[in-house]
Structures are given as C-alpha cells and as structure tokens.
C-alpha cells in the first residue's frame, strides 16, 4: 500500500502520465465538464475538499512549471487568488477570459473536480519536467 503523496489511483496515475507542458485542471463544483473529458471527482460534499487543501496535495507529486486561471478570479475570488500566488512564487502565473479559460481545460489531460463552492476556483496546471 501507497504510504506518501497521493493515495487517489487515478490522481497518481494521470500524474505520473504527464509529461513536460501537459495540463490538469483542478475544477470547482461548477465547472462545466465536458462528456469526453476524463474527470477524477473526489468532491464530498459542498466546498469540501476545497480547491486549495487539493491542490497543496497535487503539488507534493507534480513539477508544476505555470499556472492559468480565469481573470474572474481577481475581481470576484480574492482569497483564492491571494492563496495561489501564495503557493507559486516562482511559476509562471497567467489569467483568461472565463469562456477562453473553459477552452483550454478541455485540452486537459484530467479535470479534478473538487467541492469548491467559491466563483471562479479553477485552476489550469502546466507541467514541467524534473531536470
């Protein structure tokens, strides 16, 4: 049995699947989710687990070279915003138009979707590589 980093099979999987620049997208409640997208939902009731406590998770076991979000976020989801930059000081950090932002996750390897219930908590994640 798996003892560290993530225990979700199929979050390590699809991690450990990536290479340099693929994307994952950890989802809100709300994002809308394409029927073709793989889509890992680990949510279990509303705004738990939140967007954050997932992604301090991801992190421990993905290279994460830049981040994209929706422009939204910094006018109607202040304290996520404030959070992520929090968490990447040196990755390249870059916003969308929301519509644009729902394009580019569907070219997503995988769409975690968690039970944050807070505007605009979607966040793209581009991987880098190890060396």
């Given amino acids: 049995m798996k003892k560290q980093g993530v225990l979700n099979r199929e979050i390590a999987s699809a991690l450990a699947r990536l290479g340099h620049t693929d994307t994952i997208v950890l989802a809100d409640c709300g994002l809308p989710i ?3 997208m793989k889509c890992i939902d680990v949510s279990l009731s509303l705004g738990t687990p939140g967007v ?7 992190k421990e076991d993905m290279e994460i070279e830049s981040v994209t979000v929706a422009v939204e976020m910094e006018s109607d989801n202040k304290e996520i915003l404030t959070e992520l930059h929090n968490h990447f000081t040196k990755e390249k950090f870059s916003s969308l138009p929301h519509e644009e ?6 070219e997503a390897k995988v769409i975690i ?19």
């Fill in 101 to 106: 932002f729902k394009k580019a996750a569907n």
């Fill in 52 to 58: 954050i406590q997932v992604l301090e998770t991801i």
């Fill in 34 to 36: 394409p029927d073709h």
């Fill in 113 to 131: 979707r968690t039970g944050e219930a807070t505007p605009y908590s979607n966040i793209i994640l581009h991987s880098g590589v190890i060396f």
